[in-house]
């Protein structure tokens, strides 16, 4: 299984990106993003099943958008307003129908204020 994350960069505050992952190499049932900032622990950002049912961290709601390409086996991460707060590796992540979690290998995000 690999999974292929991308889209990470510096922007200011107020500002827009989009991450993406394209996974291979299984069936997943539900894909997502977490991230990891300096001296804190791995979190949640968003999370949606094949089914299309989507969870956000209720600190990005409003302001990120996940989706997915079935096809490509590709999850987005659109990031509107972001804030310095933001700023973290953000690690994508995909369940697969044996419940087995896979991770990228992070992509970083900064916001400048």
């Known amino acids: 299984v690999q999974l292929q994350a991308s889209g990470g960069g510096l922007v200011q505050a107020g500002g827009s990106l989009r991450l993406s992952c394209a996974a291979s190499g299984s069936v997943f049932d539900a894909m997502g993003w977490y991230r990891q900032a300096p001296g804190k622990q791995r979190e949640l950002v968003a999370h949606?099943?094949?089914?299309?049912?989507?969870n956000y961290a209720d600190s990005v709601k409003g302001r990120f958008t996940i989706s997915t390409d079935n096809a490509k086996n590709t999850v987005y991460l659109q990031m509107n307003s972001l804030k310095p707060e933001d700023t973290a590796v953000y690690y994508c992540?995909?369940?697969?129908?044996?419940?087995?979690?896979?991770w990228g290998q992070g992509t970083l995000v900064t916001v400048s204020s």
């Open positions: 992540n995909a369940r697969d129908q044996w419940a087995i979690d896979y």
């Open positions: 949606i099943t094949t089914g299309g049912s989507r």
